[in-house]
C-alpha cells in the first residue's frame, strides 16, 4: 500500500499538470473501483477547474471552482499517468512523455480526465483498491473517509507533547500506536519500521512507557526519513509508480525493513535484523539495540 510519501510524490507530479485546468469531460469505464463512483460523477467534474491539489493522509484531493472536492486513494496498485499532446514535457520536477503502451486503452485504464490543454490523465488500478469521491468542500473534515485522522506528521502540529498526550496511558505496542490513523495520519508500515529502528526503540514496546526525550527523538527521525523518502520518490516495492512511470528509489536506503538476517546497520551494534509479525504485517527490527 503506498504510504505518504509515495502519495506526495504522486500529488506533486500531478500538482503542475491539473491545477489551474478545467475538466473538458471525464471517462469511467466502470461504475467504481473500490466503491461505486457518486452519483452524476462524470457530470459534476466536466467543466469544473482544479483550483489546488493537496494531500490528507494517504488521500489526494483536488479542490474545484465548483465547491466540491474530488477524493482519490490509490489503493494497492493505483496509479496516473499524464499524456500531453507535447509528447515529453518538463511540468515541475517530472517528466510526462507519450508514446507506445501510454494510450490510455488498457484493460486496467478505469478513469480518463481530459484537461483543456489537451493533457490526459489517466488512473490505472489493476487490483481495483483504489477509490474515488466527491465532497463539499467546506464539509471534507466531516467526509466519512477523512473525519477522525490525526495530525500531519511533517505539520507543525506533530511533536513529542503530542504523542505523549496521545500515548499516555496506552497498553499498545509502540509500532500499533504510530500506525493509527486517528493519531497520526498517513504513516504506514515501512516507515514506522524505518523510524523506530533510527531512534533504536522496540516496536514491541508499551507506547505509553516511552519517555519525552525518546519521543523528542522519534518525531525527530520520522520527519527526517519521510522528507528523505519524498527527495527519492518513494519506495518501490511492488505495484508504485510515479506519474511518469518511473520508481522510487527509497528502498535502496532502507535500514531495517526487508533486512530480515542482516547486520544492524548502527555503529557499535552487534545485532541482526529480525522479522515479526504484528496485527498481521511484518515488522522488522533490531532486537539488540531496539530497547
Do not use: W
Not at 91 to 103: D, I, K, M, N, S
Amino acid at each position: 500500500m503506498p504510504e505518504l510519501p509515495e502519495v506526495e510524490t504522486v500529488r506533486r507530479g500531478l500538482e503542475p499538470v491539473v491545477t489551474g485546468r478545467r475538466i473538458v469531460r471525464i471517462e469511467t469505464r466502470r461504475s467504481g473501483l473500490r466503491f461505486p463512483f457518486p452519483p452524476g460523477f462524470a457530470a459534476r467534474l466536466a467543466a469544473a477547474t482544479v483550483l489546488r491539489l493537496t494531500r490528507r493522509a494517504k488521500y489526494i484531493i483536488g479542490d474545484l471552482d465548483t465547491g466540491e472536492s474530488l477524493i482519490i486513494h490509490l489503493g494497492m496498485t493505483g496509479r496516473f499517468t499524464a499524456l500531453t499532446p507535447q509528447g515529453i514535457t518538463n511540468l515541475g520536477e517530472f517528466y510526462f512523455e507519450t508514446g507506445a503502451g501510454a494510450a490510455a486503452d488498457g484493460p486496467h485504464d478505469h478513469v480518463v480526465l481530459h484537461l483543456e490543454n489537451g493533457a490526459r490523465l489517466v488512473y490505472s488500478d489493476p487490483r481495483r483498491f483504489g477509490m474515488m469521491d466527491l465532497a463539499a468542500t467546506a464539509a471534507l473534515g466531516a467526509h466519512r473517509l477523512l473525519a477522525g485522522i490525526g495530525v500531519e506528521p511533517l505539520g507543525n502540529a506533530f511533536s513529542a507533547d503530542y504523542l505523549a498526550e496521545k500515548f499516555k496511558g496506552k497498553a499498545a505496542p509502540l509500532k500499533a500506536a504510530l500506525l493509527d490513523q486517528r493519531i497520526v495520519a498517513g504513516l504506514g508500515n515501512i516507515y514506522v519500521c524505518e523510524a523506530l529502528h533510527a531512534a533504536r526503540l522496540s516496536p514491541k514496546r508499551k507506547a505509553g512507557n516511552v519517555k519525552r526525550e525518546k519521543l523528542e527523538e522519534l518525531v525527530r527521525h520520522i520527519r527526517a526519513i519521510l522528507n528523505e523518502a519524498i527527495s527519492a520518490g518513494g519506495s518501490t516495492l511492488q505495484d508504485f509508480q510515479h506519474t511518469d512511470g518511473s520508481a522510487g528509489s527509497f528502498q535502496q536506503r532502507f535500514a531495517a525493513y526487508d533486512r530480515e538476517g542482516e547486520a544492524c546497520s548502527h555503529a557499535g551494534c552487534t545485532g541482526t535484523i529480525k522479522r515479526i509479525t504484528q496485527a498481521g504485517r511484518s515488522t522488522f527490527y533490531c532486537p539488540v539495540c531496539q530497547k
